[in-house]
Every structure is written in structure tokens, then in C-alpha cells.
């Protein structure tokens, strides 16, 4: 298998970005303010905001972005305070995009495994759970198909029930240059069209897929909680010609 050489894993910036777009086709997910407040006092004065992922189907530890906002201002955790994610502290980290906010990775679950974020104040618990979401089951191209270099790329796969599907294509080209290009979501319908990376060279590279769900669970014990949840991801390595 051909490593790549860039990944796709999104900055504090991007996950913003990203949540604010899929609003628009999921729950509705208000935008963190820049200023950053005291520790508040109990968890269900909090909204939080989880975004799990995206990574190449390779990588074996996920992404974990976490703000948890007071009327709409990102705040931090009390010093006895502990936030983790399927048993891993996820460390607090200032931001003048998106304030203070708690960036971190876990362990990739398998699907049907959960990811699981616990926010501990004064003993008490607020917890998110969200399934590891399946990737999409990619039917054409297959693995090993020649694919032209040029034009459109038309990628057919198994529709799920996610809130949208955005694709990827990555090619190394040595250890600090390659072809990358990602493109946006579109409806989980079994078809994802997009256009073909610039500068892809004749040789292996690779087509991937992201399904992505938006929730907005309840019974957390935060004031209200909504998961960006972009886990499931498969790719194909193809010959380009």
C-alpha cells in the first residue's frame, strides 16, 4: 500500500467551518464566540459541541474537537475538572478563531464500537456517546481499476442513511510532495461526483470516501449537545494513467 503524504484532519478553524455548513442540513448548531470566560460552575449550564474526525481510513487515531459555550462563549474546565474521550484526557487549547476549546485523539474505533466523551465537574458526569459511523462500501472504482488523470471522477457506492458523503483524492509523490484535493459534502445517495486532483502523476494513488452524521442527542446531562460525527471513511487505491 502507497502512504500518502498529507492527511486530511481539520484545523479548530475547519471543524468551525464544517459545523456551521451542516447545520444547514441537521440540527441547528450555533457558532462559538472568540471570548473565552471562567470555568463555569455545573455542566448542565453548558452546550457542547463535539466533531469526531475526519482521517484517511489508514490512520489509526481519530480527531477529537470539543467547545463547551455558556450563551454562546466558549469557556474552560475548573482545574478539578476532567474531559475525556473513550478513556483519553483531551487537552484544552486557546484560539482567537474559535476560543478556548479542547483538541485531542483517540484510538480509531471499529464500526458498531462507540466513541464516548465524559465531562466530570464536582463528581457529577455529562456524557456523549456516538456510534462509529460505517464508511461508505465503495463499488466503482475497484481497487486496482486504471483511472484516467483528467476530466470528472464519478465514484458509485452502497447509499447510507448519513447526513452527507465528501470525497478525497490523495497521491504521494515522495516524502514531502504530492496530488490532494477534498471536496464538500453531498447527499448519501449512492453516487459522489467530483473533479480530479491537479498535478496527479501516472502510478498508485487514492480515492476516498467520508460519510458524515449530524445529532443532536439528549439525556446528556449538558444543557443541550450536538455531534459532527465524520468517522466513517473507506478508500480505494487505484492506477492512475
Known sequence: MVRVWGRRQ???????????LLSACGPAIAAPRSTTTPAVTMHSDLDARLNIGPIEPWVTTMPIYISLL????????????SLRCNGVTIPGQA??????????????????????????????????????????TILSPKAGDAVARTGMLTVTYVPGTGTGVS???????????????????????????????????????????YRSLVTAPTGTGFK?????????????EVQWL
Open 224 to 236: 443541550s449537545a450536538s455531534v459532527v460525527n465524520d468517522s466513517g471513511t473507506t478508500g480505494v
Open 95 to 136: 484560539s482567537n478563531i474559535v476560543g478556548y476549546h479542547y483538541e485531542g485523539g483517540v484510538p480509531r474505533v471499529k464500526d458498531g464500537g462507540v466513541y464516548e466523551c465524559v465531562y466530570t465537574h464536582a463528581g457529577a458526569r455529562a456524557v456523549i456517546r456516538a456510534s462509529a459511523v460505517p464508511g461508505p
Open 167 to 209: 470525497g478525497e483524492i490523495n497521491q504521494s509523490q515522495g516524502s514531502f510532495s504530492g496530488a490532494y484535493s477534498s471536496y464538500s459534502g453531498q447527499p448519501d445517495n449512492g453516487t459522489y461526483t467530483m473533479p480530479k486532483a491537479t498535478g496527479l502523476k501516472q502510478g498508485a494513488g487514492w480515492i476516498i470516501l
Open 70 to 81: 455558556s450563551n454562546y462563549i466558549a469557556v474552560h474546565l475548573a482545574a478539578t475538572d
Open 10 to 20: 481539520k484545523m479548530p478553524g475547519a471543524w468551525l467551518l464544517s459545523v456551521v
